[in-house]
């Protein structure tokens, strides 16, 4: 069973320009969350997607967006970045009627 | 608001004793679900263990046992037995109950216990 893998493992990008993160989920599995980890925070909830459709959302401007395509896996975007977006991105998934959410190993992005 | 509060920043524990990580939630929900995660210097969450509000036993798995006392609004990780290994960040987390998330859903995560195991 192949685990949660995300892409890039770490991203350096200038203040201002684009970043698309990518997330495959555990296999068998059909949701998948986004957080957001600060330096010394725990994680913070970005949005979660669900059979293709976003039906969660923490409290993240609109330039933080998403996808998850027919195989599950999902694209985290996030626009007009700021160096406060500098964080450890981390993805989870999870299969239906299930609690657990399994994360992947994260993409560390700085902001410069 | 829901919230999750762990107080121990740092621990220390010598390998082979028990140490208990403390975890403490705010929810005015009767439904929830709460987690522990240990996160080593690679960055990946690892689930550990799971404990419903509905759940009358205490949670275990393998080394890991939940101290759940409802009425403190606690939750407590114990590790017996310490290894070298199980140095790493421990995060405890709650699981937001909402007819708004078909799964999953959106986990509360509090700031973390750097746990140090000593030879």
């Known amino acids: 069973e192949t685990g949660v893998t995300q892409s890039p493992t770490h991203l350096i990008k200038t203040r201002g320009q684009q970043v698309t993160l990518r997330c495959s989920s555990q296999s068998g599995h059909n949701t998948v969350s986004w957080y957001q980890q600060a330096l010394g925070q725990g994680p913070q909830f970005i949005f979660q997607y669900y059979r293709e459709e976003e039906n969660g959302r923490g409290n993240f401007p609109p330039r933080f967006s998403g996808l998850q395509f027919p195989n599950y896996s999902s694209e985290l975007n996030v626009n007009a970045l700021e160096l406060d977006d500098s964080a450890l991105y981390l993805c989870a998934s999870s299969a239906d009627r299930a609690y657990e959410q399994y994360f992947g190993p994260g993409t560390r992005l700085t902001v410069t | 608001a829901q919230k999750i509060t762990q107080t121990q920043p740092g621990m220390f524990v010598q390998e082979k004793e028990a140490v208990t990580l403390d975890c403490t939630y705010d929810t005015s929900d009767q439904s929830y679900g709460l987690f522990w995660y240990k996160q080593p210097s690679s960055g990946e969450m690892i689930f550990l263990i799971y404990q419903g509000s509905y759940d009358e036993q205490n949670a275990t798995e393998g080394r890991y046992s939940l101290n759940f006392q409802k009425a403190r609004k606690s939750a407590n990780l114990v590790i017996s037995a310490s290894q070298l290994g199980d140095s790493a960040m421990y995060f405890c987390?709650?699981?937001?109950?909402?007819?708004?998330?078909?799964?999953?859903?959106?986990?509360?995560f509090g700031q973390g216990t750097e746990l140090s195991v000593k030879p």
């Open positions: 987390a709650m699981r937001e109950a909402s007819a708004f998330y078909n799964q999953g859903g959106k986990l509360i």
